[in-house]
């Protein structure tokens, strides 16, 4: 079983899908296959065999739910060779070295974390071109954590193969490995939105731009999805606490 660490809006389900040689469906501009889903969820989730809704599986809080779910898959001759992926950073892994391989998708470059945030912005935040003042604020705090998150620089573990996300998006990392380019493409044709070539707002471009690192109340998670405030607790918590040691430079 091998594994990829990959951060949310950087194309996990379209990696599985090249790495694992497959063409799944898409869902508009995403990729639905179950490599993508199971690792996400336990054993009770309906990925994995049952209809009963959970939540995400969120480390270091469900620690033992992830040992128990990865050393059932490990297990099973179905996930052999074959890649999964999850919303983890590799530093937080408690059994890296129970998989056959381990990648980490990097958002190193501003290039990549624009890339990131384009694909959130158009996803789920705002959904048109032209920003609207409903949504400014959660634009704003979108892109303090996705510009500033340092959860996903390069792994210096020997056992982990970084891999930059705007070469994921560029094609390098498929050219240089022998990828399906046609699927590839595809997915690029379906989010054309984070590409160069696509015109954005100004006003959205000003604002990413522009704005410095705040600290965020976790408590916002609350108000802005409450189904995955766990989730997002997690991450705004990792980055005050970055901040705080000076990890992130305001």
């Not at 996705?146 to 996903?152: E, L, N, Q, V």
């Amino acid at each position: 079983m091998k594994i990829i660490c990959v951060a949310s809006y950087c194309a996990g389900g379209l990696m599985c899908d090249l790495l694992n040689e497959r063409r799944s469906p898409f869902t508009a501009s995403i990729v639905q296959t179950r490599f993508n889903h199971v690792l996400k969820s336990p054993l009770t989730n309906r990925w994995n065999g049952n209809n009963e809704e959970v939540p995400y599986l969120i480390l270091p809080i469900h620690e033992k739910q992830w040992l128990d779910l990865t050393t059932n898959l490990i297990s099973k001759e179905w996930t052999q060779g074959n890649w999964f992926a999850h919303h983890q950073p590799v530093s937080i892994i408690p059994n890296i070295e129970d998989f056959e391989e381990v990648i980490h998708v990097t958002v190193t470059t501003m290039k990549s974390r624009w890339l990131r945030f384009l694909r959130h912005y158009w996803l789920e935040v705002n959904r048109q071109k032209m920003i609207q003042d409903h949504a400014l604020d959660t634009v704003k705090d979108m892109i303090n954590i996705i510009k500033y998150d340092p959860s996903w620089l390069p792994s210096e573990d020997e056992r982990v193969t970084n891999v930059e996300f705007e070469d994921i998006v560029s094609g390098v990392w498929s050219k240089n490995n022998k990828h399906d380019l046609g699927h590839l493409n595809n997915w690029k044709k379906k989010n054309n939105f984070i590409l160069d070539d696509f015109e954005q707002d100004a006003k959205l471009i000003e604002l990413w731009e522009t704005q410095e690192y705040y600290r965020i109340d976790p408590s916002w998670a609350d108000v802005r999805n409450p189904q995955h405030e766990i989730w997002e607790k997690q991450t705004i918590k990792r980055m005050n606490d970055y901040y705080e040691s000076g990890q992130i430079n305001a």
